[in-house]
């Protein structure tokens, strides 16, 4: 297949014409609502257009009148006059809009061709990766085409008015009044949830502790509430496989001892009973788990993406941030390559509207590994000790308590104990 031919662009000449004609007749009105609208020089296909709206961005900047003589002057000095056609091309330009009226529709058409450019820029990026290169790389271009897309589709908005933010401010009260006290997604944790109201919208949560200590128990657990109120929930593991997974969301659900669903010979009917039934309220949710190796922050993220597109997703998670693969740039470190991680994956939580939870490793000095950036990114930090949970960030609650939790390891779960019992399976 060869890439689409845009030798000939999707253009828009009569809707560039009409824009460039308003801003020429009314500059002082048109060129402040042209950049408000987020009309660039790029945006035109129209070579003519593009270098003019430049020159009248240029004039602006340095508080230049705006009127014919002087940009005749000014594009004869650059040498783009005769490309305009001349001091008559320019004339011709100034009177081609008889007014404004239409003004909205104009841009519409612009944005919309441009638009429709950067599309098929992307696809041809797309199919020379998928030729030339190997199914990463293109998994990587339809990323970056879809990104630009959707930067190019979108609506430039800088400010919401007073009024606006109000009403939403309005509308999560009465969502909090409507659903209680709980603002956000039940952890399942009795504390943490009175502590901070569960997990928002757009919240990034990294879950860490020192190998072995229970962080990816502790993330499996937070998912059990969501999973039981038929959301859709997201399971990317780079660390075990998917079966590994869903045996210790059992366990944490039913209270089944892992030990028992790891070695089911010798199991009684009663037990057989109990994890049959387990296992298929977790078989009928809306549970979905990947544990494709040498996974990318760009197909973490692509996949992710998708999955919301066909029907959005309620939560997701991530485990664990610092096995993630194939991010750093040529010269990068490590630590610039996990605050790449960490920023993507907050970035991601407000893309998708939904928390995203990360288990991450600490190191010897009991800091996350790799890079600092990973507490900065976050909104919530549950650091896993000796002496329960400590809630080391909480941007929406207080800080610096430890919650009196431990992991009881046979049932791959934190519960309120005096004192940690040393159990095994404590991943």
Known sequence: MNPTNTNKPISAESAERAILSVILQRPEQFVSKAKAEDLRPDLFVDHACSTLLRIINEFDAND????????????????????????????????????????????????????RRVAISGANKVIASATEGDAESALQSLSEAREAVLLSTAKKQAFQNAQESYDRFLAAMNERMDGGDMPGQE?????????????????????????????????????????????????????????????????CRSRIDLGRIMKPRGMDKGQLMQMKRSSDALRQSKL?????????????????????????VDLLVVDYLQ????????????????????????????????????????????RLRGSRAIGHDADVVLKIQSDGVAVAKYRNAPKNDVLPLGLVGQFQRFETIQSKPQTPYRR
């Open 64 to 115: 230049q009148s705006i009127e014919l003589i002087s940009l005749t002057e000014s594009l004869n000095n650059s040498g783009d006059l005769e490309m305009i056609g001349g001091p008559a091309g320019l004339a011709t330009l100034y009177s081609y809009a008889t007014n404004s009226q239409h003004w909205n529709e104009h841009v519409a058409i612009v944005k919309e061709r441009y638009s």
């Open 187 to 251: 952890t399942g944790i009795v504390q943490l949830d009175e502590l901070g109201g569960g997990m928002r919208p757009g919240e990034l949560w990294i879950v860490c502790g020192e190998t072995s200590s229970g962080k990816s128990a502790l993330a499996y657990q937070m998912t059990v509430p969501a999973i039981d109120a038929d959301k859709k929930v997201l399971i990317m593991t780079l660390e075990m496989t998917s079966d590994e997974v869903f045996a210790r969301l059992m366990s």
């Open 288 to 312: 979905l788990i990947s544990d494709q190796p040498n996974m990318s922050i760009d197909y973490v993220c692509a996949q992710a993406e998708m999955e919301a597109e066909m029907g959005g």
């Open 323 to 366: 096995l993630l693969d194939g991010g750093r740039k040529t010269g990068d470190s490590q630590e610039q390559e996990l605050a790449t991680y960490s920023r993507r994956l907050k970035q991601l939580a407000k893309k998708l509207k939904c928390p995203v939870i990360s288990p991450a490793q600490i190191n010897d000095e009991g």
